[in-house]
């Protein structure tokens, strides 16, 4: 039996924000009200450690290098989002992707006590169990499902990366003894606020009583006394920690973040008296990911917003081999929700003089001044192609981004069999 074309219809029934990209706070309200209320939570085991990440950029890449810096003290629970191919990915143990039929026999679970909840609260008899009766929405089960996976192997160190804010974001469920904070910068305003300080008292909003330490980036638009000040408003008695180390221009995005990721590890373990010896670093899947193909470079980042955009481009030049910005291709698509205009303004700031921009599909198809690609076309930009070619701007990028490369290595194949 196919789990995975299972799994994928019945989650296709559901509502997601992350498809329609349509934002409803009061959907997000409700949405968590009502899991707070989910009676699988009080069957969940509680681990030795469990973290919250919340920030605009660089949730997904810090909660990887937590998960890999933990991993020697035991199989670690991640749960991260969005999915780059696979809705799997989401949902790892030890690092791997959860199997197929694990996943569905959870989904079905989650919905069988979700549903009977809801008809004995309603008290109307629940319909069948998979079809999305029970009103959770994609996000919602999923992260359901991450929580009673984790708990039924009883893993000790369990990592909830934020799907959206904090304050109504699903996985305050897990009333998780630490939180992290990574970079705040304007994204989802609709939902979030128009201003930093906004932003942060949405993303400080994970923090519940049960919250003892807080790890903090430096922020760019805000004060350490001003993240501080918040968080305190919120959780007077929580730990705050904020790490006293920026960015520089000779290391990539990657290399901070690995340098944060220790400092938390470090944090957490002298809070918990902890010795564990900290696991390698390797990449992570989708973050400034390299690929060679003969004697070209193909790098792949979701940066998707004027702040990450413009730290993405930075970070290439720290990267070994990379031949300077006016031998490198940027590749770039934007979601119908980004502001078109701040991100244009980040790319062509950055110096990069080669630019295309990818239309139709999920993005955006407004004529910009420059050069463009069809999503359903990708391949038409091979003759564009130069020593290094940089694709990003989302993660609904990277299946085109790779069937790209497969058919550039399969010229490549053919052109040397002849």
């Known amino acids: 039996m196919d789990y995975e074309s299972l799994l994928d219809a019945a989650l296709a029934l559901r509502i997601n924000p992350e498809k329609t990209r349509r934002f409803d706070p009061a959907q997000f309200e409700s949405g968590l009200a009502s899991l707070q209320q989910n009676p699988m939570l009080k069957t969940l085991s509680r681990p030795e450690i469990d973290i919250s990440i919340v920030g605009t950029n660089g949730k997904g890449s810090t909660s990887f290098l937590l998960a890999q810096l933990f991993g020697p003290g035991g199989p670690v629970g991640l749960y991260t989002s969005p999915h780059l191919r696979r809705v799997l990915e989401r949902i790892r143990i030890g690092l791997c992707e959860v199997d197929a039929r694990t996943a569905w026999q959870a989904y079905q679970t989650v919905c069988e006590i979700s ?40 893993l000790p160190v369990r990592i909830y990366e934020a799907g959206l804010g904090g304050r109504l974001d699903a996985t305050r469920i897990f009333k998780t003894r630490f939180a992290v904070l990574t970079n705040i910068s304007l994204d989802h305003t609709e939902l979030l606020g128009t201003t930093p300080l906004a932003i942060l008292r949405e993303k400080l909003g994970i923090l519940t009583e049960q919250t003892e330490m807080v790890m903090c980036m430096p922020q760019v638009y805000l004060s350490n006394e001003e993240i501080v000040l918040e968080a305190k408003k919120l959780q007077p008695g929580v730990r705050i920690e904020i790490f006293d180390e920026r960015l520089t221009s000779a290391e990539s995005y990657i290399d901070y973040n690995i340098r944060f990721a220790q400092f938390c590890f470090q944090k957490i373990q002298t809070l918990t008296g902890r010795t564990q010896t900290a696991g390698a670093i390797s990449k992570i899947p989708g973050r ?68 295309f921009q990818v239309t139709g599909g999920p993005f955006r198809t407004e004529k910009t001044g420059l050069n463009s690609v069809s999503f359903d076309a990708l391949e038409q930009i091979l003759p564009d192609l130069t020593a290094w070619n940089v694709f990003l701007g989302s993660h609904k990028l990277y299946d085109s981004f790779l069937d790209l490369l497969r058919g550039i290595q399969k010229l490549e194949t053919n052109a040397s069999t002849r």
């Not at 481009?313 to 770039?332: C, I, M, R, T, Y």
């Open 288 to 355: 400034l990911e390299q690929f060679h193909i003969q004697d070209r470079t193909f790098v792949f980042d979701p940066a998707h917003n004027p702040d990450a955009l413009r730290v993405a481009l930075q970070s290439l030049e720290a990267l070994p081999g990379f031949p300077g910005k006016d031998q490198a291709l940027v590749v770039f698509g934007i979601l119908p929700d980004r502001n078109l205009d701040q991100c244009l303004a980040s790319i062509k700031s950055s110096g990069f003089s080669r630019v």
């Open 115 to 154: 549903t009977r909840a809801d008809s004995e609260n309603s008290g109307v008899a629940g319909e069948t169990a998979h079809t999305g009766t029970d009103g959770l929405t994609y996000f919602e089960i999923l992260t359901l499902m991450s929580g009673l996976l984790f708990s039924n192997q009883n």
